[in-house]
């Protein structure tokens, strides 16, 4: 969490550069006590065994070294940094579908979720080309520049619904070099979705443009179409710094959207970011009516849209829209806002709040819905939801469990106290049967997989494990029936504590001024109480990406109890008695596997 923007002027933007970029390069922790956004571990002072006295909590003053811990081990408690070595790059945008898409309606699929993609989530300004591959590459169409929703229609015609057999991913990405630098442009900067669900008939090019791609650092998202696509597209996208999306043939699979939806949220700030409030996907039986709520909060509100999909070809929609404001007011197809396309079997409607939908086709059919919006006005921070996982690639087989993370803040402010749930796709068993989702709790507790209390990261692991293949992971995100705050400054203009000067506690207790504007803490002294303010009610859903697991222990079956419980990490004294020789102890219990389960005591 950046929280530097108000020193930038006061203070030396080259340190703070460095500062910031150990966090979030490495996972280091802050050097001096922060009492704001690490309150467990927040001390200004700590005793030196080597110099046997109280001593600044700070950068060492002696010889530095590069010893990757917090405090000598041999000497207190300590705690490992929490980053990893994966390196990536930023930049546009190219969609790529693939072909040999033809079961369960797949290339239906991708066609209607490319189609809303373009029309609905596409804003104006990006530019965009189009390349399909099958055994070769083909250009649909060459770089455009979006700044009219004609030209968003007009592409939106060109997303092929034919198949062709074999699957040459290199073929596609050879092409989709070829968009990027057309008119002698530098492809340097450029990203590129990838969507298959073949196995890669031609390895050696692939690999051959996997190399190219990472020499002219372009971004490769990826999206593996069911547990059947080509494994190796992890490879493509781990080299060149993408993300990893999983899309199945269940009807609720959403994960197409969720990946073009993370297109558009790459570098764009705060009010022009989509947030977005919910996406499902539903089987509607014949007539069945089905009703959805969402919140439209005081943080978002401009260009709230909702977007419905369907499948069927028909010469009419064969399914009706009703959205209802809180007021009352009713929102249907007579409504100047609500536009149907036949032709890309869609509907859009601009307006808010909650929505009926029902199924008016003669049979049971798959529907798709999803709602958006913007921050309210620029005066106004959104409340924004991102997430993470731990890798592209769970080594289980050597007991790695999947790490699920979610960040919630308004602005650079942590949303604390929320709801964080996580669904997750699993793969089938080895005879093509499929394992339901599982939902679990993410928590910011700074127990199990979360390492810091209060900060806004919810994290869990996952270790309900069916086997090799990809795992897809969505969140939903809510305001825990008001129990949400947001956390504020304190005392200072900036929602973390700043770095104290170092102050010699001795001078402190002879009643020296520090001529610091803050409260210097001498040890024992309890920390101050942090600031909050409720958090409107509320709700977001993110998708989290993907991760496969490619080989699992020996002889291991689902449901096989092989993972530990979690060290515990949190055992704080609480309380204290001389006279009866007691001490309270206070900690997170662990689960039976990590964080997972109740933990049982074995003598």
Known sequence: MVHWIDLLIEYSTGRILIHEWGHFRWGLFNEYADEIADPDHSQEFYFSPSKNKWVPTRCSDGRWTSYNLVYDERRRNYRYCAGDESKGYEAGCVSIPSAQQDYNRRITKLASAARNYLTSLLTHGNSIGIVEFHNVGRIISPMVEVN???????????????????????????????????????????????????????????????????????????????????????????????????????????????????????????????????????????GEIRTYGIFIDSTIGRKTSFDFAYYVNTDYAPLEVTLTSPSGEIFDNSYSGYGTELTFKMIHIIVADAENIHNTYSRSQEIFMAASSFARSEDVIPIIATSELSGSITDFSNGQPLTAFVEVRQGFNPVVNARVTAIIERPPDDLGNDYPSVEMQLFDNGAGADITRDDGIYSRYFTNFTGVGYYGLK???????????????????????????????????????????????????????????????????????????????ENWQPGDDILPPIKITDLTVTATSYQNGTVALSFTAPGDDLDQGTGRISN
Not at 190 to 198: A, Q, R
Request: hydrophobic share 35%.
């Open 475 to 553: 969140l939903k995100i809510d305001n825990n029936d008001g129990l949400a705050l947001i956390l504020k400054p304190g005392n200072g203009n900036a929602p973390y504590s700043h770095a104290h000067a170092s102050v010699d506690p001795e001078e402190l207790l002879k009643g020296h001024s520090t001529n610091w504007d803050q409260t210097v803490l001498l040890p024992g002294m309890p920390l101050p109480e942090p600031s909050y303010e409720a958090a409107p009610s509320f709700s977001r859903t993110v998708g989290g990406g993907s991760s496969r697991v490619s080989e699992t222990p």
């Open 148 to 286: 009219s929703d004609d030209i968003k229609r007009d592409l939106a015609t060109l997303i092929p619904e034919q198949t062709s057999r074999g699957t040459c991913i290199g073929c596609g990405l050879e092409k989709a070099i070829e968009v990027l630098s057309e008119g002698g442009a530098s492809p340097s900067g450029g990203e590129i979705l990838l969507i298959t669900d073949g196995i890669d008939t031609y390895p050696a090019t692939t690999e051959e443009m996997k190399n190219q791609l990472v020499e002219f650092s372009v971004t490769v998202n990826a999206v593996a179409f069911s547990n059947t696509a080509e494994k190796n597209i992890i490879n493509i996208q781990k080299a060149t710094g993408g993300k990893l999306w999983f899309q199945t043939d269940d009807p609720e699979s959403t994960g197409l959207y969720d990946a073009f939806m993370a297109t558009i949220r790459s570098g764009v700030q705060d009010y022009e970011q989509r947030i977005e409030l919910i996406s499902t996907s539903r089987e509607f039986q014949e």
